[in-house]
């Protein structure tokens, strides 16, 4: 019996990855850079032993139907291939995040399930190979494995497309993202089914790739010299622009709903104030609100004029992934 039990943390992208370039090996069209956060993660373990039958999926207590069990054993397929072995898995894991809700559940996920299973094949992949292994589960993934600021580099094969930490003088540690959970449901529209549409059918989707080098640079730039505000206007406008995309696809569909143009408006309202935030969206109606730590109090307080403060929560830079 191989035994692996790691936790991984989300990341929320400030440049976003949105399209592939090659969906078996999951190459990104654009290079993408997140933050890893605290407060949403998943712990997940993962046993071979001889005596399995099949890949085995429990999710939160539940034991998964044949479909959410084959992307597993997808993902276990290659695990197999890089350690030499046949045995099948039960893989339990928990979600300490709503699943499928536009709150990146697929990064902690799957980097949870890589580092799981590197730990129990003793496959010692360094975490470059591990961010590799994680991106073939989902691409948001190979960010997941690094904490704070971590971009990922797109490359042009499966060798060359991995994550890496960005070098910020601990900077993340003075900032936060305040998440407005508006829906913690299944989203309709999946991440993947979503960019796959886009990239084939938008005709703004060109419009979103011109821009996302300079964004990435923008970013890149603000981050280095610790500039709030740039760093904020960048990722707002990468997100809206991300968000464009998929209004001009056929069939159109959009993330977002009433509530998240609610949250959207008070990080508008709040900027009027000279209270400096900046909102940010997944593939899904969520809002985070990108803010210097000071600056908690004021925006919170205000968000609690608009929401319930159950839908609040508050997150901070986070760690890579977790032995456990
Ligand atoms: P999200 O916004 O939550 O990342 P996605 O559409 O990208 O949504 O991905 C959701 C999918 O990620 C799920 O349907 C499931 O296949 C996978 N996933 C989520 N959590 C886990 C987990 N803990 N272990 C394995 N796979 C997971
Ligand atoms: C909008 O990594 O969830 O959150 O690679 O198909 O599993 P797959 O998709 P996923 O896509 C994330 C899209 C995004 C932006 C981002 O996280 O960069
Ligand atoms: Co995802």
Sequence with gaps: MHKGNARAFTNIALIKYWGKKDETL?????????????????????????????????????????????????????????????????????????????????????????????????LQL?????????????????????????????????????????????????????????NDQEKDVSSRDGMRRTVETSSFYSGWLADAPKDLAKAKHAIQEKNFTALGEVAEANCLKMHGTTLAATPPFTYWSSDSLKAMQAVRQLRSTGIDCYFTMDAGPNVKVLVEKKNIPHVKAYLETLFDSAQLVTAYAGPGIEIL
Aim: proline content about 1%; hydrophobic content about 40%; glycine content about 6%.
């Design 26 to 122: 999951i190459l990104p069209m654009n290079n993408s850079l997140s933050l890893t956060l605290d407060a949403f993660y998943t712990e997940t373990e993962v046993i071979f032993d001889e005596s399995y039958t099949k890949d085995i999926f429990y999710l939160d207590n539940q034991l998964q139907e044949e479909k959410a069990t084959m992307k597993i054993s997808q993902f276990l397929n290659l695990v197999r291939e890089l350690a030499g072995t046949s045995c099948y898995a039960k893989v339990t894991s928990k979600n300490f995040v709503p699943t499928a809700a536009g709150l990146a559940s697929s990064a902690s996920g799957l980097a949870a399930l890589a580092a799981a299973c590197n730990q129990a094949l003793d």
């Design 126 to 182: 360094s975490d470059k190979d591990l961010s590799r292994l994680a991106r073939r589960g989902s691409g948001s993934a190979c960010r997941s494995i690094f904490g704070g600021f971590v971009e990922w580099e797109q490359g042009n094969d499966d060798l060359t497309s991995f994550a890496h930490k960005l070098s910020s003088d601990n900077w993340e540690n003075e900032l936060a993202m305040l998440f407005v959970l508006v």
